[in-house]
């Protein structure tokens, strides 16, 4: 397998981020935030959107089981906060949003410790699929039903540190 044209360039993710941080900017100005980064695949979107938001902010992460293309799949946090969310502003940040299960778990779970408010930020949503709708807040793109991979996200744990997102295909 190797990774094919970029379908986001470096320059196409820096500018989509730099606009997502001016706008949560804006829609929280004068107000602190918590961003909460689902790991692994958000580690690259996560550093550079922290600092695009000129707000004072803490950050935390959260770890889930892996994914499965099993139709029974089900997840589950494996590493929690280390933060308390009760009474903050919590703004959480996926790579990627397909099916909608996890964020929707997310959601659930999130809200049951009380924030004040509670946001959802991805770099991609993949509507294609999709049995219910999703409360995206903040989307950095709009991406095809592809097997996508770089700027943290991976196949088998390779190519995430691609600066671009590229479609892997079969050789």
Known sequence: MLYGKPLFTAVQIRKRVEELGNQITADYNGEELLIVGVLKGTYMLLADLSRAIKLP???DFLALTNPTNDEDYLPR???D???EIRNKNVLLVKDIVHKGETVEYLRKS???R????LKVCTLLNKVEGRKKAQQLDYIGFHAPDKFLVGYGLDY???Y???????TLEKK
């Open 57 to 59: 902010i803490t950050v």
């Open 77 to 79: 946090i494996i590493t």
């Open 81 to 83: 906060l280390r933060e």
């Open 110 to 112: 999130l809200l049951l």
């Open 114 to 117: 009380q924030p004040k408010s």
């Open 156 to 158: 088998q744990d390779k």
């Open 160 to 166: 995430r540190n691609l600066p671009y997102l590229a």
